[in-house]
């Protein structure tokens, strides 16, 4: 637990990529082999659950270090991370522990099916006898928020120059359903595993945003283009008459869409789909909104599968008949896949090819993206036609061109301190709209932003926000509805959970528009026309 406690620190302490590399690459050639395991699986996301939830949590550590549970609110909300607080509030131990952070993570595992008198006393012992890092460290396994600004990718390449294995076959290796209490690191990293391959997806390859004149891109006829689907990317496999269905966030989701298991007898072994999964209710695509209906269960009643039924869009194929063929160009795969979708009878089965567009010329190009909302699509993804499908984010063969947001203005209404670096601002803000049917019309929640101002701007807000509070809800002040901000989001719709009767993707704040007046600021109505758009 030293060692790693020890390079959670290194890690803390640097903005700089290579150090960081520099430091996890020599973790990863002195650390016990188990140690790594855990390591790996924390750092891409494999957690133990989380033990003791965090109300608990704030009680017992302001109980042990003797102050108030007002005054250790009020502290955590300055620093803006819980594990950072309870360090810092705790007496300082100058002692050190001897256990290793995998008998840490295991007793972590065991005590979720503890009673909460047993889990008080097993945080009480670790937190007095472990010094501060250790502490913050163990905090951080116990609440399972452990995000140091070190990214799958970067710790994919320092494992790669500790091992001398290519960065692209360790990711492939860590892709999957292992589990770190399960696996060792001969197993994981070292060995080939045959057993592990049936449903092991690839690494996603990812898009980079256009930036600039969309003709920056060179000759029009080298590129190829199709609808940026809105929906769930994901990778469907099909081996030894098994399915698998794998997120893009690495979870494996087949039970969630027990429609696609018509693919079993149908698509040939051997064969990886990657697509998006789409809402295609009274056989049209829906929203997002329609598809988080399916997201999230653990089960899925049949009345939400008759009601929300979905698709995959599939657009590329990344392997056939057994074989790996990222290799192959763009086009060649698409030509395989093309034939493979052309032997299916895709009216009785939930797949429907994405379309390939090829255009004359740019302006085409942008004609077509500005039916992106029509399509019920985000805008285009642009691929180079001789482009392999690689791994992870890989600037110059795939683009995405996204939809200008839609945007309306609305009113601030509440402010919650931030994290990080902004926890001593007021940077979480709540944003209303008119109500214009009621008298006179009234200001109703409709979003929260905490994103798109300058720190300047964030800033002169904060300073307005403590000369006007209304009222103080714990960390959240009400203020006085006088600013007008723009705010931009992705989509729109009805919703029955939110106040407002809308639900908007991605909202954050475009500008500050401290031209206007609230009286100018939009309606629901102005919000509901929009679901047209």
Known sequence: MKQFADLIKTLDSTNKTNNKVAALASYFETADDTDKVWTIAILSHRRPPRPVNTTILREWASELSNIPLWLFEESYHIVGDLAETIALVIPTSKESTAKSLTQFLKEIIQLKKEDDETKKKYLIENWTVLNYYERFVFT??????????????????????ATKIDEDILAYKLMGNWNPDKISFKQLILEENSSDYLSKPYPFYLAYAIEGDVSNLGDVKNWTAEHKWDGIRSQVIIRENELFVWSRGEELVTDKYPEFHQFIGQIPNGTVLDGEILPFGNGEIGTFHDLQKRIGRKTVPKTLLKNTPVILK???????????????????????????????????LPLQLSEKLTFENWNDVAAERKRAREMRSEGLMIKRKDSTYQVGRKKGDWWKWKVDPLTIDAVLTYAMRGHGRRSNLFTDYTFALWNSETNPPELVTFAKAYSGLTDAEFRKVDTWIKKNTLERFGPVRSVTPELVFEIAFE??????????????????????????KITEANSLTDLKLMIRL
């Open 140 to 161: 951080k396994l116990i609440t399972g928020g452990f995000r140091i600004g070190v990214s799958q990718k970067l710790m994919t390449r320092a494992l790669a120059k």
């Open 314 to 348: 599939v657009y590329d194929l990344l392997e056939w008949k057994g074989e790996d063929i990222r290799q192959l160009s763009f086009l060649e795969r698409r030509a395989l896949l093309e034939k493979l979708v052309s032997n299916q009878d895709t009216s009785s």
């Open 491 to 516: 989509g729109i719709a009805i919703s029955k959970r939110h106040k407002s009767g809308f639900a908007t993707r991605f909202p954050r704040i475009l500008r500050w528009r401290q031209d206007k």
